[in-house]
């Protein structure tokens, strides 16, 4: 693995961020991989985009190898996945690092319920649970997180 350069996504990489996001999905057991949900989470990424998300990629010399989508004016830290090739070798990491630099303040996120191994490493990252809830869209229980820089 070289050094991973975290950028803005650009919209001709839309497809490929799609798979890595898809991967990462399946990674975590919750779901199986299939055409449905690859094209699903395709129409997903320009619509998202548009509705406000700042995306960006983990670049490792032109392959991908995680995607960050953010909605700034909210604080709120959407979607954070990370190839399963890469998962482990601190790219996730990076990735909030980067967060909290356009994030100073507090960052808020939801996680699967049942994606143990993502709340788990977001609460050794210093978030803090606050509340869960089902999301009715996806009918699954979210764990809301918050962080908050200390004093």
């Known amino acids: 693995m070289?050094?991973?350069?975290?950028?803005?996504?650009?919209?001709?990489?839309?497809?490929?961020?799609a798979?890595?996001?898809?991967?990462?999905?399946?990674?975590?057991?919750?779901?199986?991989?299939?055409d449905a949900l690859l094209a699903k989470l395709r129409a997903r990424v320009p619509m998202e985009v548009e509705k406000g998300w700042s995306l960006y990629v983990a670049d490792d010399n032109g392959k991908l190898a995680a995607m960050l989508a953010l909605h700034l004016s909210d604080r709120y830290l959407d979607?954070?996945?990370?190839?399963?090739e890469?998962?482990?070798?601190?790219?996730?990491?990076?990735?909030?690092?980067?967060?909290?630099?356009?994030?100073?303040?507090?960052?808020?996120l939801r996680c699967v319920r049942?994606?143990?191994k993502a709340w788990r490493w977001y609460e050794r990252e210093g978030f803090?649970?606050?509340r869960e809830e089902v999301e009715p869209?996806?009918?699954r229980f979210m764990k809301y997180y918050r962080w908050r820089k200390s004093a």
Not at 2 to 17: G, H, T, V, W
Not at 92 to 101: E, I, P
């Open 2 to 17: 070289s050094q991973i350069i975290i950028r803005l996504a650009r919209p001709d990489e839309y497809d490929r961020i």
């Open 19 to 34: 798979r890595v996001w898809m991967d990462s999905w399946v990674s975590t057991g919750l779901e199986d991989a299939s």
């Open 79 to 84: 979607q954070l996945f990370v190839a399963p």
């Open 86 to 108: 890469y998962q482990g070798n601190s790219v996730g990491r990076q990735l909030l690092a980067f967060t909290r630099k356009h994030l100073p303040d507090e960052i808020w």
């Open 114 to 116: 049942e994606n143990e």
């Open 128 to 130: 803090v649970f606050e």
């Open 137 to 139: 869209a996806i009918s």
